[in-house]
């Protein structure tokens, strides 16, 4: 399985948020690929994931980044300590009311807040709701950015693709990243949602969207 996302994640931040000599905090790390390309981009860069197992993965990966176990629900940093606070992939994973009220208390009075989430619509997205349903999540975060009174400046969508070797390929991959059986039912779904298409390789969209928020009144 190849996928092209972290590059066109990394790119949407790089077009919304100046990183350079900036001080900032990446919540929903997980193994540091985003971090990776983060770090070699900004003054000083925190990271936070729940996971232990992909923390120390991101730790042996990713050197100058301090790595800590924690979610963005209880944010344990100073008051306007952050230039930048990123949501990579992870507002949708926690209370996102209580995340995004954090994030605003530990960033400066100027900084910003950068939302990426996935697209329910996608279809990657659409796959992984087969095994995981969770689009009331994701439309649960997007709810929470409205009745959060911070200023969204700017909000894109944009897409990735992901490239699978076959269906086996894909299976494989489900059933790994979200440690289950991906049983028949679940292929019948799947394979009617992907359609009539090349399977070898099987080419695969995503859809994700990043929105930059700033405290109101700035």
Known sequence: MRENSDLMIF???????????????????GDGRITSLLAKEVKSLTAVDPDDACLERARQAVLGVDFQVG?????????????????TLSLHHQ????????????????GAILVLEPVPEGEIEKICEVVDAEAHKKHAAQKAIGRSGLFLKHSTIFKAQWIFDDLSNLWAWLADYYQTTINTKMKKEIL?????????????????????????GV
């Open 95 to 110: 209370d996102s009311v209580k995340a995004l009220t954090q994030a605003e208390r530990v960033i400066k009075d100027q």
């Open 11 to 29: 790119h949407q931040i790089r077009e919304l948020a100046n990183l350079k000599n900036k001080t900032v905090l990446e919540i929903g790390c």
């Open 192 to 216: 009617a949602t992907l359609g009539k298409r090349p399977k070898e390789p099987l080419l695969v969209g995503d859809l994700m969207i990043a929105q930059l928020l700033f405290k109101p």
């Open 71 to 87: 979610s963005g629900e209880e944010l344990k940093f100073q008051d306007r300590h952050f230039d930048l606070v990123i949501f």
